[in-house]
């Protein structure tokens, strides 16, 4: 392979995303005590985390900080590093300023914090930011912590369909082979492209044709190699994993921790009591 | 009952697109017995696997499994009895990690993580790579993928292996590695391949197929040495068992007289160039 198409394809932001996606999984091998939790437990906190963090209303941006406290533990009792979740959340970031970037043209009602005035859109798009960087820190850390085919089996002893585990579980598997032909046939492409960048117009449909083809029989064959090992949709929990008193204890904690944030706004009573205090 | 026996009784197939891949097919392989499938091209070595093992539904035939037939019902038990290793181990390999790969079996059949976890030491080290454990199968080289593949059927705990091609794309050194590690099981296994020197040292028998049916079945020396039936069937007698150039003996026959020489022009290798043994 010419080193230059070689580079092309070790290094396509395609080969680096399955990179990043296989990384992100891996770190569920990790053992801490907040690996060793039980799926469930996991998944009930960070569907609690989420709604608690989507409850409040568009302009409460203070009110949103003390939920930080939650990835902040998380990942450091998991002994998770910052730099890959980080990546990930600026790779969605420009989204997220996409959607809320215009708030302040629609909301231009001006208010005061205090010696600065600024439109009220300025707060909402705050919050969106802060919001949905919330949410993802914590469906990353959900991965990280427990593992596509452990939350699956989660999502499934919640209720979920097994059809819908089933089709979550193969389309996460096959996004790797999906990736793995694209990149094949890029790098054919390109080898006989008399170094021409892009794909021509011309060419996209028989590329997209022949992936469509390629991936159904790859898929195919590893959905048969998965049967073959007893794959029956998703994959069990282990006989007497069971949720324990150490699952009890994270859920009521953090579960307090949230209806407490929801109720009382901790930032305007911190920052009286430390007005009184040091006033 | 041996639960190692596996049998294709009348077995016939044909695809969706009207293809008649497997035409009556018929063999027995008993417990320990490796039993090499060959054939060209199209013959239906892969179909007659699937069909084996329940991937394909044949038209017409049974599949029994240590006496037991395979069915819709019986599936499930069976596939815990018979593992398969893929030609192409990146089919096969889809876990973040190989430890994770291997211990995916086991898991779906429901085991104490105890048990999982000494069952992928266990089928690690019987392959030799206990030390990439923990490493992302993507990241092995092709032979390390292949003893891979082979771990994590050995994980099951199968009693009889079906392997697909499985030196297929191998360095030599990878392949000898790969042959070596097959001839120390002693499961039931029946290998597919083109590689006729590899089903030579590893399958006492062999089944021959041509079209969809069994052309011979017997010891793989003598059906693979005579140059009429294995040209009728698309192949060529492997090199090791064609005649010396020189003599006319079979390479290793030590007897090639030393003043004889080699016809010019003579493509195979005579007694006196290949080290008897």
């Given at each position: 392979m010419p080193r230059q198409v070689e580079r092309h394809f070790h290094s396509s932001p395609l080969t680096n995303a399955i990179r990043d996606m296989h990384r992100m999984e891996s770190l569920s091998l990790l053992d801490t005590g907040i690996h060793r939790l039980h799926p469930v437990t996991k998944l009930i906190t960070t569907i609690a985390f989420l709604i608690a963090a989507l409850?409040?209303?568009?302009?409460a941006v203070g009110r949103?900080?003390?939920?930080f406290l939650y990835p902040l533990v998380i990942a450091a009792l998991a002994d998770l590093p910052w730099k890959p979740f980080l990546k990930r959340l600026l790779a969605v970031e420009p989204l997220i300023v996409g959607i809320g970037i215009l708030n302040p043209l629609f909301d231009p009602v001006p208010i005061s914090i205090g010696d600065i005035t600024l439109a009220r859109g300025w707060l909402t798009f705050l919050s969106i930011v802060l919001k949905t960087s919330l949410a993802v820190l914590a469906a990353l850390q959900l991965i990280a912590c427990t593992g596509m085919e452990r939350m699956l089996s989660g999502m499934h002893l919640l209720g979920m369909p097994r059809v819908l585990v089933m089709q979550i579980s193969l389309t996460y598997r096959y996004i790797t082979v999906l990736a793995e032909e694209t990149g094949r046939l890029l790098t054919a492409y390109t080898l006989r492209s008399?170094?021409?960048?892009g794909v021509r117009a011309a060419a996209w449909g028989s590329l997209a044709g022949m992936l469509l083809l390629r991936s159904f029989d790859r898929a195919q064959r590893v959905h048969q190699a998965m049967r073959l090992r007893g794959y029956s949709g998703y994959a069990p929990l282990p006989p007497g994993t069971r949720p324990g008193l150490r699952d009890a204890v994270f859920l009521a904690c953090w579960l307090s921790w949230f209806v407490l944030i929801r109720l009382a706004d901790l930032p305007l009573l911190l920052g009286r009591w430390m007005t009184g205090f040091f006033g | 009952m041996s639960h190692h026996k596996l049998e294709a009784i009348d077995l016939k197939y044909g695809y969706p697109?009207?293809?008649?891949?497997?035409r009556g097919i018929s063999f027995e392989a008993v417990h320990g017995e490796a039993v090499g499938i060959i054939g060209a091209n199209g013959a239906g070595k892969s179909t007659l696997l699937m069909l084996m093992m329940g991937l394909l539904h044949p038209n017409a035939g049974k599949v029994r499994i240590g006496g037991v037939e395979l069915t819709a019902k019986t599936l499930p038990d069976i596939r815990k009895r018979v593992g398969m290793v893929f030609q192409n181990p990146d089919d096969q390999l889809f876990m973040p990690t190989v430890g994770e790969d291997v211990a995916f079996g086991p898991r779906n059949a429901g085991l104490a993580e105890l048990e999982v976890n000494q069952r992928v030491t266990m089928a690690l080290e019987r392959v030799g790579?206990?030390?990439?454990?923990?490493?992302?199968?993507?990241?092995?080289s092709g032979g390390e993928k292949h003893a891979a593949a082979i771990a994590s059927i050995l994980a099951m705990e199968p009693d009889i292996l079906v392997l697909d091609?499985?030196?297929?794309?191998?360095d030599p050194r990878a392949r000898r590695r790969v042959m070596r590690l097959l001839a120390g099981f002693t499961h039931t296994r029946l290998i597919t391949s083109h590689d006729l020197d590899m089903i030579l040292d590893l399958c006492p028998r062999v089944v021959i197929l041509k079209e969809g049916k069994v052309a011979a079945d017997g010891l793989t020396r003598q059906l693979l040495a005579e140059p009429d039936l294995m040209a009728d069937c698309g192949m060529e007698v492997p090199a090791l068992l064609?005649?010396?150039?020189?003599?006319?003996?079979?390479?290793?026959?030590?007897?090639?007289?030393?003043g004889a020489s080699v016809p010019s022009g003579a493509s195979v290798p005579s007694c006196a160039s290949v080290p008897s043994g």
């Open positions: 409850s409040f209303e568009r302009h949103l900080l003390p939920l008399s170094g021409k960048r | 697109d009207g293809h008649e891949a497997i790579i206990l030390h990439l454990r923990d490493r992302a199968p993507f990241k092995l091609e499985p030196t297929a794309g191998l064609q005649p010396c150039a020189r003599c006319g003996h079979v390479p290793f026959c030590g007897h090639c007289p030393s």
